[in-house]
Structure formats: C-alpha cells, structure tokens
C-alpha cells in the first residue's frame, strides 16, 4: 500500500528515490555508483559542472545491471546554452561518460542571456538524434516553467526541494504541465534538518531515521521524485526504503509547515525566484 510508483513524464519512468552525485568525486564516486546500483538505484544524477561523469560512467559500466535499466542524467551548465555550444558539450558529456546516449537532458541553471526557448529547441534536436531520450530543466521558476512547457515536450524541473524549502508554485505548474518534479538537496543541510524535532518525533512513531521520513514525505507527494545524495552503503540503502509505511494527513502537515526559506545552493545570477 505504501509503495512509491515511478513517475512518468516525458516518455520516462522516474524512479521515486535517485543518487544524487553533487558533491562526489574520484574513486569514491565510482565506489558509490556501483554500491547504489547492487542495492536497487536505478536513477543516476550528474552534470558537467559536478567533474564525476566519468566516475558516474564508470560505476555504471561496473555494474551488472544493464545499461537499459538505468536512467542516467546529465546536465549543461549556463555558459553551455547557446545554439552553438550545445552539441559539442553533450557530445564531450557522452565521451565523458562512456555513453551513446542520456536519458534525461537538463539545463542547469537558466542562462541570463540565452533565451530557453533557443537551447530547449537544440535539446529537441538532440532527443530527436537518439543522444537523448528526454530533456528537462533545472532551477526554473513556475512562469517560465510555464511558458517553456508550451513550446516544447520536458520530463522534469529538478530543483532545490525540501521540508525547509516550498516549492508550491513550481510544484502546482509541474503537475498541471504533467512534470515530474525532481528534488535535489531534499535533505537540506543533513546536521539541521535531521536533527528537527518534528522530523525526530515523527521517526520515533514510524521507527525510521528523519532522512527517511523527510524523504517519504516528498515522494509520498504526487509527481514528486527525489534525489539524494549518500557518503556510505548505509546511507545508500536508508534512503532507498522509504516503502512499507505511510505519512498520516496531520504527519504531513506538521512538517509542511516547517518550510522557512533559504536555500542549501545558491544560484550562479539571481534569476526571479518565487
């Protein structure tokens, strides 16, 4: 009953749980990689500007899961975005990562002088070449959200998602639009958000960690995905069971109302947030 379905949108099924790879590098990240494959993940974050594609690459290629069975992402930074520069860069992303292809390309960051429209049309492009098999953005208000879905076919808005972060507008828009929305850093700052006292009380009740409950609570919520990061196997596999329990109506509004602003990651220009 509690079971998370993947979310489907833009003709992917987007896992409830994925490995976010930000801040992983070197020989670890592969270490993680392949450890998070062994344990069930089968949605894989990355982007050119986190320097581990080759490492995500190579876990991915250690593993004995087919690559047919892993979503992988990947992502062009905003010095990227021009009609010009967009092939070349996802054409080095893939050396980099071992690849034919992506499954899920995004925008990083909003470019303050390429408009979207002119890099969403080149990732189009590049869907219909088979070097992707979807496209999406990431950090994008709920207006140009909007206004970018009406051009073209996305997957997803990924941005920064969490019990101290709302996120109603862009969750509204990604719903009516039939988005996923991915959450990325949706454990916030681990050392505060986990040691909450809502958080805490309520994984006393259910007897799980506040990760896991913080994480429930986002999945739990209808088109919501979530991709946090781990340092260990523990940490891989208590962020992956997150089934076989369910957050009660008033469970869910306790921690609704924790959301106070401020965010883990700071955009690279200050786009209109709302």
Known sequence: MAAIEPVTAGGLDLPAIGLGTMRQQGPGCVDLVEAALAEGYRHLDTARKYGNEAEVGEGLRRSSVPRDEVLVTTKLAPDELAAADVRPATEESLRTLGLDHVDLLLIHWPSPTVPIEETLGEFAALRDAGLTRAIGVANL??????????GFDLATDQVEYHPYLAQPAVLTACRDLGLALTAYCPLARAGDLLGDAVLVSLARTHDRTPAQIALRWLVQQPGVVAIPGASSVPHLRENLDVHGFRLADD???RIDQLARGGRVVDPPHAPEWD
Do not use: D, G, N, R
């Open 251 to 253: 469970e869910v509004a």
């Open 141 to 150: 208000p709920s207006t140009p959200l909007c206004e970018a879905a009406a």
